[in-house]
């Protein structure tokens, strides 16, 4: 006669940081991360979030920066709604930025396509167009200025050749200044455009071009069927890039002109400066200068739904 004996229930386990599991450490993990990002994120809290919210509630206030400032609503808003200086920048800005996403663009994807081809010198080329970008602002500011002045280069050679009567006060004649500037701007700034395009030109499988060529499409078709809707993303890149930067235009300008001669080259920068740390109207220029980061803010906004919605149309 055998016995046989039923085992025993299974005991439950005391739960214990060991037995939790991967999960207990990864919970520790991210418990970890988070008291490592603190520093970076009170250094940002610091440095950006607070100073941003200030310069807004200054917007509302009529604050000088040697006194207390009282609350006066809208008005910071409505003087500048009525201030010709400051209307004038509006729209020396509004024609700077345009000016700059549609020559830097088409100059910058042209310069991409000739340096993208199997030219000896390519490398070289790319470093010469991409240089001016990496020099200091105030350089160019410097250096445009002595090119634009009457005993420069660029007049010289006019009247090397004959045309020193075509030769106008490029950054003193209220006509052409803001022209003259915005080539400047071009020049330095046109290589890093290129650089984006080059990149994603990279990006575009060599099979697509010889399957266009094997089905006989002309340079043009294989160019705006191939090349352009696969260049989307670099383009969105470089329009906002180049939008954002133009908005924010100062050191260039500064050095050139200051916004001469009279608001002939005055931009929304350049008036925010002026207002706050020249005449002393913190709240004022604290207003110009949330009008400037509202307007950055739609404009990158806009590019960037109407690429998505290109995208989603696709």
Do not use: C
Not at 21 to 41: D, M, N, V
Not at 219 to 248: D, E, H, S, Y
Not at 288 to 306: E, H, S
């Amino acid at each position: 006669m055998t016995t046989s004996v039923a085992p025993a229930p299974p005991q439950p386990r005391a739960e214990s940081p060991a037995f939790r599991g991967p999960t207990g450490r990864r919970k520790g993990r991210r418990t970890g991360f988070l008291w490592f990002a603190l520093p970076a994120i009170v250094l940002y809290v610091l440095v950006v979030v607070y100073p941003t919210l200030s310069g807004a509630a200054l917007a509302f206030t009529d604050s000088k920066g040697g006194r207390s400032a009282d609350f006066i609503g809208l008005q910071n808003f409505v003087r500048l709604a009525n201030d010709p200086a400051a209307l004038a920048s509006i729209v020396n800005t509004v024609v700077l930025t345009v000016s700059l996403v549609v020559v830097q663009t088409i100059v910058a994807l042209m310069l991409a396509l000739g340096l993208h081809q199997r030219l000896r010198t390519r490398g070289i080329l790319r470093t010469v167009f991409f240089l001016p970008f990496i020099l200091p602002s105030l350089i160019v500011g410097v250096l445009w200025q002595f090119l634009y002045s009457p005993d420069g280069p660029i007049d010289s050679v006019l009247d090397s050749v004959g045309l020193g009567f075509l030769a106008p006060l490029w950054l003193g004649d209220s006509s052409i200044a803001l022209w003259s500037v915005i080539v400047a701007l071009i020049w330095q700034n046109v290589g890093f455009s290129m650089v984006v395009y080059l990149a994603g030109l990279e990006q575009i499988p060599g099979e697509l071009y010889e399957a266009a060529a094997i089905d006989g499409a002309s340079g043009w078709r294989t160019f705006w069927n191939v090349t352009r809707p696969l260049l989307g993303p670099a383009t969105t890149i470089n329009l906002t890039l180049t939008m954002v930067g133009a908005l924010k235009i100062f050191d260039q300008i500064f050095v050139m002109t200051n916004g001469g001669p009279g608001y002939a080259t005055d931009v929304l920068s350049l008036v925010t400066y002026r207002q706050s740390f020249v005449l002393g109207n913190w709240g004022y220029g604290s207003a110009i200068a949330l009008v400037l980061a509202m307007i950055v803010a739609a404009a990158a906004f806009v590019q960037l739904w109407l690429r998505g919605k290109v995208e989603v149309d696709r």
